[in-house]
């Protein structure tokens, strides 16, 4: 059974940066896409940017040129590098996994996550 935990989040100001991780373990991550979602207080969780297990990559259109994932399939790890952060931003950060080596449009396709990590942007 595939485990996810996730690291990283905090404060920062307006502009700052960010790295998050996704510890993954249990099953071998080179086979498995992987999801960064979030989620803002009072709103649904939304997929921000996926990691197939080819090393393909997506991005939601509010993060694309900011934030950039990517995978280390030695230290079976992937991070999220988030730049140039909003207030907008502010959200508990989930990984997630489908299972398999794909990434999914719908939250509902993923069915092993981690516990988040909250990352707030604020002055």
């Known amino acids: 059974q595939v485990r996810l935990v996730e690291s990283g989040g905090g404060l920062v100001q307006p502009g700052g940066s960010l790295r998050l991780s996704c510890a993954v373990s249990g099953l071998t991550l080179e086979r498995l896409g992987i999801e960064w979602f979030h989620q803002a207080p009072g709103k649904e969780r939304e997929g921000v940017a996926c990691?197939?297990?080819?090393?393909?990559?997506f991005y939601a259109d509010s993060v694309k040129g900011r934030f950039t994932i990517s995978r280390d399939n030695v230290k079976n790890v992937v991070y999220l590098q988030m730049s140039s952060l909003e207030p907008e931003d502010t959200a508990v950060y989930y990984c997630?996994?489908?299972?398999?080596?794909?990434?999914?449009?719908?939250?509902?396709?993923?069915?092993?996550w981690g516990q988040g990590t909250q990352v707030t942007v604020s002055s």
């Open positions: 997630a996994t489908a299972g398999d080596e794909w990434c999914y449009r719908s939250v509902s396709d993923y069915r092993s």
């Open positions: 990691v197939s297990a080819r090393n393909t990559t």
